[in-house]
């Protein structure tokens, strides 16, 4: 079982940026990809990025694609999602997620481990 914990959370004004970290433990994410998806007040879970467990294929949902970057680095057996550009629109809460295949997928139902989530909060 591979636990997931998420950090990098914060208030930041619209233009900004954030780093969202996500560490794991218990199991190794190496034969993971992992993907990144956010929810907001009232609204369903949507997909944000995800990554192959060897890095490749990064994959991004329209709404962020050129401002959002996915990275993993399995050394340290984390992923990483850089957000740049902040917009209101992204205030959520956002969670890592892994699932035991080597391609990437936006399907949440197919992410089998998930983490708490941090809050991010873009203000005007």
């Known amino acids: 079982q591979v636990q997931l914990v998420e950090s990098g959370g914060g208030l930041v004004q619209a233009g900004g940026s954030l780093r969202l970290s996500c560490a794991a433990s218990r199991r190794t994410i190496r034969s993971y990809a992992m993907g990144w998806f956010r929810q907001a007040p009232g609204k369903e879970r949507e997909f944000v990025a995800a990554i192959s467990w060897s890095g490749g294929s990064p994959t991004y949902a329209d709404s962020v694609k050129g401002r959002f970057t996915i990275a993993r680095d399995n050394a340290k057996n984390a992923v990483y999602l850089q957000m740049n550009s902040l917009k209101l629109e992204d205030t959520a809460t956002y969670s890592c997620?892994?699932?035991?295949?080597?391609?990437?997928?936006?399907?949440?139902?197919?992410?089998?481990?998930w983490g708490q989530g941090t809050q991010v909060t873009v203000s005007s």
């Open positions: 997620a892994a699932r035991p295949y080597d391609s990437v997928t936006s399907r949440e139902a197919t992410y089998d481990y």
